[in-house]
């Protein structure tokens, strides 16, 4: 991770994201702007935060690594997101339950965790956008996460109509690995997934990018039943 100090890229980025209207100016005096590379860890599971992070550019990835040794991608992060926000609203010092990784390269404004607690926790507008954040992250955790037993089919489904209430209908797809790897299912079931809706005239995908030709045919979820590997 490198400090950049480029005051007049901080302020465009603090003014593009509205951070004034969020961040009281006893805690904006506290910003750092950072920049981690592609491939770099911002944090790594089971360490403690010690810096709240907005994602101002760039893309990052939520990974856990469990004991039995398995991986599982929980979500993709892209601007303006909040890393670090379950943490800190722990009733305890809790440590990162999970590690995130930088897909491209990112530009992240950061704050200490300390100075969050004493400044921003009594503020109405700080907690107002923190609460709106942790909203949209459950309201995908469920909608993708909850779905084991259904098809993989609807579970690509799910994902791209989230994708599109963010996106529009040009998505930009990540790695099938970690697709793949967030939705539960083997590379292989993806390509299938993938395959079958574009033979429906539902999406149409080249490469990385995905453009849904029929967004009331998406939402039109088939009858679900057992796929194998």
Request: hydrophobic share 40%; with cysteine.
């Amino acid at each position: 991770m490198k400090n950049i100090n480029d005051s007049a890229l901080k302020e465009r980025f603090i003014l593009t994201n509205r951070l004034s209207a969020i961040i009281n100016p006893s805690l904006l005096a506290t910003l750092r702007l950072v920049k981690i590379d592609a491939g770099e860890y911002l944090m790594t599971q089971n360490t403690y935060l010690t810096h709240l992070y907005f994602l101002v550019d760039g893309k990052l990835q939520v990974e856990r690594h469990n004991p039995n040794g398995t991986h599982a991608v929980y979500s993709f992060e892209t601007p303006f997101s909040v890393v670090g926000e379950m943490e800190l609203f722990s009733i305890k010092k809790s440590k990162a339950g999970g590690s995130v990784q930088a897909l491209s390269d990112s530009w992240l404004l950061t704050l200490p965790v300390e100075a969050v607690k004493e400044h921003a926790m009594s503020d109405p507008a700080f907690l107002l956008f923190m609460c709106q954040n942790l909203s949209h992250k459950l309201l995908h955790n469920s909608l993708i996460h909850s779905s084991g037993a259904i098809s993989v089919e609807s579970k690509l489904r799910k994902f791209l109509l989230f994708k599109m209430q963010n996106e529009g209908a040009t998505i930009q797809l990540e790695k099938r690995e970690s697709l793949a790897a967030m939705l539960g299912v083997s590379v292989r079931q993806l390509n299938r997934a993938l395959i079958k809706l574009a033979q429906q005239g539902i999406i149409q995908h080249k490469n990385k990018t995905l453009q849904v030709i029929n967004p009331v045919r998406l939402s039109d979820f088939p009858a679900d039943k057992s796929e194998s590997v």
